[in-house]
């Protein structure tokens, strides 16, 4: 009497050769049935002897293929037999749930293999892909995942294409971007005024127009990149110059066994490179490797593998790229060829166009490793996005917005969070039509249809504004709230804990700009402990691009002195600012803090870039000097931390000649210090354990692992983010759960 069973799936199922392993492992078993997409997963149909049945079942999660993700099976027991003739797979079957889509995946080995022979059919060609490899999120445009429904679409497989794609022993069965020389997308060049560049091997021409010192534009899985020659200095300096970035460091893409001549590359770093996700990671620099100017003052160099084919076809011939976004500014990474000669013209002289279109866009994701914590991001994007992320509790439909810089949003829904790829900061035209667009995609692929809208506090946000015209119940959730609460539920904390917030900006429940914060909590409720004392920001927000302002005011403030590090006219008006309280604003800060240090220290009185200044002054630190500043702790509610007499200090040391070096390493041994002394009496007096850190300071990662240190050391558990940044990409999905939970406890 044989046995049947029908079995769902739901998880990354989908665009990974999970039906083709189904298949194999029904006929290894001898059962018959089917196995379909649907929009909510995969579903199974199975008869056979129970036995194999239960093998079947067992054998699942167990010799899955390596990209995919299973959440869930749950089993059902169909009282008739259907007496099916043959495992078959069958077509999608397109109902009301929802499904996950796969990120982008980058190139196998085996394809690579194919790719490097000169036997093989797809010898040198920059489409190659599998089963296990290849773009996915990039270029779909609905849901479930069949070529039909990407942009491969308008590519006509050919025969010996699609005898593969039906042949399940074959590693493309399925594989819905399969193509070939033939029948796929394929590269041109063009110059940027449009002429096309006739050649038979448009890459290998990219690749030499780059050594003669070109900058092109390239177009990869989730958008152009800017290139150039990583070893020709002067083509670096030329493009810093173009694309108006004097300091930021630029990231390079570099064959593997090239890596290592300009970077120390340890093991696990290696395997996270190589890995189906090849972020760009911050690894040391090595003396001597890439132009200064890559990275300028930078101890780090940000370094990606090849993750598509084009990459690896480019590197054969030239070991090292600068790979930049391809943008200006802070606007959304080109997709087309459209926004590079419009956007780009300026910058690049040639562009490498290929016709598959990128419908959605896909930045590289950056992070770096941190021994015993392991993977820490910086951003989360490509190879990520769209894989949602666990929540603690269960949220009904909502979205989050997210925050102003570095913006990401959440749609969430039971307990299950998708956070949007990388947006950017949404203070153009371009980014805001960018979150809309991914906004309206997340709610038709994942059928979430949100009745819950959660925004920031501050009034001025444009995501807030977009919060509030849309229809549903909204909450507003602090910044740095948002921060805490993002930290504790990616731990899965849910007992009360402290939460160490240390930011550049967030607008306050009290309408001021906090930044340096001590909450005690869990996600349903938090207040605020303690925190850096307020201090005038002189002209509000916009002395951030320049520190010594700050430092002036700060100064002034605190110690009634005068510094001399900017034109007298100008420090005038400054002062008397100050002292008429008009057109300042009131900030705890703690990115302030080191903007302000690293200004009177001379080591950075103007920014390029965000948090420019306090990169650099961490960057100064002689990690061998260990004692601290003096400050003082106010007992009000909430406990203020004072720090007159650690600027006091600093001033003092600059005065007779003490290093940099050294004051840079006691200000953050001196950050360490208060911390732990407030977390030591918040312990005593509430007796809590555990510590969440969170907020865009913490990739400062001399601080944080000074501070992990002295933590555990005096017996705290320690949780800082694992699946998220700690910067701003980390809001949306605190502001999810924070307002649920607000919700819920109501
Ligand atoms: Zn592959
Ligand atoms: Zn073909
Ligand atoms: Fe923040």
Redesign the pocket.
Known sequence: MPGRKKISIKGIVQGVGFRPFVYRLAKSLNLKGFVRNTTDGVEIEIEGADRDISEFIRALPEKKPPAARIDSISTKDPQDIRRYDEFSIVESKVSKGFTQISPDIATCSDCLGEMADPQDRRYAFAFINCTNCGPRFSIITETPYDRARTSMRTFKMCTTCTEEFHEVSDRRFHAQPDCCHKCGPEYRLFSIAGREIKTDDPIGKTAGLIKEGEIVAIKGIGGFHIACDAQNCKTVARLRELKNRPTKPLAVMARSDFADTVAQVSNCERKILESPVAPIMLLKKRKGGLCENIAPKNPYLGIMFPYAPVHHLLLREIPCLVMTSGNIQDEPIAKHRASVTKKLRSIVSFYLDHDRNIENRNDDSIGYYIPKRGFSMIRRSRGYVPIPIRMPISARPTLAVG?F?KNTFTLARRRDAYVSPHIGDLDNLDTMEFFEEMVAKYRRWFRIDPRLIVHDLHPDYLSTKIAKNMPGNKIGVQ??VA?FVSCLAENNVLEKSIGI?F????YGSDGKVW?GEFFIGDIYQQRRAAHLQYLPLPGGESSINKPYRIAVAYVHTLLQERLHIAPESEIETILRMIDSKHSVINTSSMGRLFDCVSAMLGITTEITYEAEAAINLEHAADPTVIDHYPYSLRETEPMIIEIEKTLRSIRKHIESGIPSAAISARFHRTIGEFSYEVADRLREKHDLHSVCLS??VFQNRHLLSLMIERFEKGGFKIYTHRNLPT??GC?SYGQVIAANAQERSR
Do not use: F, S
């Open positions: 925050p810089l910044h740095h921060h917030i930011d550049g900006t967030g930044g907020g865009g910067n701003d809001i």
